[in-house]
């Protein structure tokens, strides 16, 4: 019997799921603070909405299956073709329609380190808006987002599809590679393709990399130094950026932290030929996703975020049968003060095992309520880190709890 | 093409999503006041863990599939056999397990009015504590997330299965749906089931309606009194609940409010035989179940909940192009005050259709910044409810926006 979670998908106890919702409260709250609202959209999709939308190669990738009813449906492939769909359905929508979701997606691919077959992705989208002040306002909430969480040398950098016009998507994908790579290597895979010789290859990356920030993007610059960003500090241009994906269209960008070498944070761009594909119309639009578990393995590796196994402050230990009244009452009290508190639910266990019980779970404080304690009318407090216990009265209970 | 979620699936557009999400939080922090702390299960699991733990009948409305590697794998179904994997599989967890999980669950059946392929759950569960503490945790938790929410007429009924020891399962469910179909059609089906006369039948159901609280109930009620809870007015004794599932072994409990006639709240029991099936050990559980779609319907019959077609307090215009900075400085300064600020993106727009979209949107104030206002140090700040307008200075639009 395999009682595992299946290979690549994964449980998070507590200490993690925690850390989970700590940030996707963050996130939200953020996304809110710009004026994106939320949207959620099923698990399943008819198996037709999503293939053929990702490209031969992703097709394999999508869990695929019939249902009983013989219909196809398919596992949430990303959060884009999901919104493309919406938008196609629901075209009163009020554009342009700024959305975030926050929700698990799926791969069949073998699984890896730092790759999962069930992952959260964490998108924001603004549809219906050619305007380059899209751009702005995308990268503006993504800065605030690293700058709240913590983290303290993330930068955007920024080029434009365009700037890659004439060359072979193949190439293109070839110098993106540049910094996994190595100058080396990229050079020789373009030799590869197009079958010139390494000078020519040569020539072309040079070329590349000697781009000149073209005029949207020193636009764009103009307008993030409005929202008190900095260039270079906060966003810089990057020519041999170019992001994997097929379909943007302009704009494209990626955050980086210095401090944090495990890869980019997340990334974006305009893409204004994907959110119509179900109308036959271009809609523009433009968005960035935020790799959820990316960030919280940096955030973790840079101690930004909370470590705690529970979120439970304290627990109420019951002295003995006769002080369970005692114990629920206080714990009552306590919970009315907004103080996360746990009670202990065995009365015939003894005193030691609840403290042990504490500590293995991470509670940080215990509270012992006993006969000279209930004569004395106050409540010894331990504080498990430092082993140290006091004798208090409510009141005070309730301030040094709520700290 | 068919532009929508498959049928019994559901979209949720930002009004939606927003109720939703303010239904999850309310939870997630009252169960962290209990002492529950989040756990996550993947979506998918392998077959051979959900098939066969809930009946056959059940076995036929999960979804399986073989992914691309023939493994047989199956979609969520519910929290508590996932519960159950997991306590088998991290055997180290600290006992009584008191976690919470808000996930989605799949069920492969016709799709009715109320009931969904995906819907979510919101579970609490003491595993591994045979107290009757975990029991009286487990419903004034409960009675307090109904509180909170604001449902005034909640009571939590509660029965012992051992009641109905000596019974028949087709004669308790029969029972278990007195309410629902009164006691005429109840007395039909016993008299079915158990080939017997009419006042045979009647008999049966009698002496259940006349049994007494025994003496599990009294205890239980007398801890609850504790917590400050009343019995009638909160909790009541109702010898005919059975609840529908096998599973429980003990004390059951329903939650219904007098307000709402579409059904009850939440549910749920003892159940001591199920959170051991992978380990083939006997661990004792405690649960309670809120119906979470049921929760947000009585909510919003009852106006209960906020309905709010989007988070955005306030939207910032644009003048004209020569007002784009001004615009964004403003937009800026305001989410620094931690205010929901949305920044009108196209500059081309002419000022009516500024305000349109944001009344469209449901965004409560429009600002404007004109060359006016820009002269006198000041912002126009329009009420799109009232129709209201006052210039004001920036310190005192912040308060404003901050009500």
Chains 1, 2 share one sequence.
């Not at 781009?211 to 020193?218: A, G, S, V, W």
């Amino acid at each position: 019997m395999l009682i595992q979670p299946p290979k690549g998908f994964r449980d998070f106890l507590p200490e993690k799921s925690l850390q989970r919702n700590f940030l996707i409260e963050k996130l939200k709250t953020l996304f809110e603070r710009f004026g994106f609202d939320p949207l959620e959209t099923p698990t399943l999709e008819y198996a037709e909405v999503l293939l053929g939308k990702y490209g031969e190669e992703a097709d394999k990738l999508i869990y695929i299956f019939e249902d009983r009813g013989g219909r196809k449906l398919g596992l949430r492939y990303d959060q884009t073709v999901p919104l493309a769909r919406v938008v196609s359905q629901y075209q009163n929508l009020p554009k342009p329609f700024k959305r975030y979701q926050i929700q698990s997606v799926f791969r069949a691919e073998n699984p890896q380190k730092g790759r999962f077959r069930e992952f959260i992705q964490a998108d924001i989208d603004i549809v219906g808006e050619e305007s380059l002040l899209a751009e702005a306002e995308i990268i503006a909430v993504s800065l605030k987002i690293f700058k709240e969480l913590g983290f303290k040398k993330t930068k955007i950098f920024i080029n434009d599809r365009k700037n890659f016009e004439n060359l072979d998507k193949k190439v293109i994908s070839a110098i993106d590679k540049l910094e996994k790579v190595g100058e080396e290597k990229v050079i020789e895979e373009i030799v590869k393709i197009k079958a010139i010789s390494c000078d020519e290859a040569k020539a072309i990356l040079n070329q590349i990399k000697n781009k000149k920030p073209n005029e949207t993007i020193l636009k764009l610059f103009s307008l993030l130094k409005t929202y008190d960003l900095k260039e270079e500090e906060d966003f810089a241009f990057k020519p041999t950026l170019a992001r994997g994906l097929d379909y943007y269209t302009g704009i494209i960008f990626e955050a980086v932290d210095d401090n944090y070498k495990g890869g980019s944070l997340g990334g974006g761009g305009r893409y204004d030929n994907l959110i119509g594909i179900f109308l036959e119309n271009s809609i523009p639009a433009c968005g960035f996703a935020f790799g959820f578990d990316r960030l919280l393995e940096a955030g973790n590796e840079l101690n930004l975020f909370p470590k705690k196994s529970t979120s439970t402050k304290v627990l109420v230990t019951i002295f003995s049968k006769d002080f369970i009244e005692k114990s629920i009452k206080v714990a009552t009290v306590l919970r009315e003060k907004n103080i996360n508190t746990e009670l202990f639910l065995n009365p015939e266990k003894k005193l030691d095992k609840q403290l042990k019980y504490a500590d293995k779970k991470g509670i940080p404080y215990v509270l012992i309520l006993g006969e000279e304690e209930v004569k004395k009318n106050v409540v010894k407090l331990k504080d498990l880190k430092t082993g140290k216990q006091q004798e208090v009265a409510l009141e005070q209970l309730i301030k040094i709890l709520q700290l």
